[in-house]
């Protein structure tokens, strides 16, 4: 086997214990901190920019719940109620691919008393779907009409963004302007200049709540024209970016 003569065995050693050193030196660096190398600074900077959006989908969760003395009555009660709310959302012109069912149960009701076991007294059915809503305009009349067809559960509703990727890239980029003019600044104070960035990590998806109401309705009929009030939706990016600074 070949071996290196003594001298160059130790200064390859050498050499390699300098480079772990300063990469150990680096990984530990704080946020928004300058690590000296041998030929520069590294300077590693964090930055997040959020970006505004009026929603133009919404999801809710809309169903039926029936009771009724036996399992087998409750559940038909729930089904041939659950059908005419289908086909209401269909009538409101919700896509297939905009339905999906979401829950369906069925639990007995019991009667408790003192120093007896409990007692069933009947049976309780529920189902629920889940819908989507791409026409915001037309959501509080679909709401209404799904009480008026048998719905007794509605919950939501929630709202989003359909194209949310455009709206991620755009709160990316603001990141970046942010972290290069926060190295800009950094290598000014430092009579340096920005070389070159060395690494950049996104961090994970921030949504930021908006002034969205959210409603958990429970209701026996219909009233005209329910109010929605969408507001806004904000989305950030969080990146951390490492940049080489030198003279």
Known sequence: ?????????????AIA???TAMSSAQAQAPSGTAVPTTDGTLLSVSAQAEVRRAPDIATISTGVVTQAGDANAAMRDNAEQMRK???????AGIEARDI?????????????????????????????????????????????ALVATGANQINGPSFDIADRDSALDEARRGALEKAQARARMYAEALGMRVRRIVSISEGGRIDIPGPVPMADMRMEKAMADTPVSPGEN??????????ELGR
């Open 234 to 243: 904000v989305l950030a990016k969080n990146i951390d970016v490492v940049f």
């Open 17 to 19: 214990l300098g480079v």
């Open 1 to 13: 086997m070949f071996r290196l003569p003594k001298p160059l065995h130790r200064l390859v050693l």
């Open 100 to 144: 999906q069912t979401s829950g369906i149960n069925l639990n007995p009701q019991y009667r408790y008393a003192e120093n007896a076991p409990p007692t069933i007294t009947g049976y309780q059915a529920s189902n629920n779907v889940t819908l989507t809503v791409r026409d915001l305009s037309r959501l509080g009349k679909i709401l209404d």
């Open 85 to 91: 709310v289908v086909a209401a959302i269909r009538a």
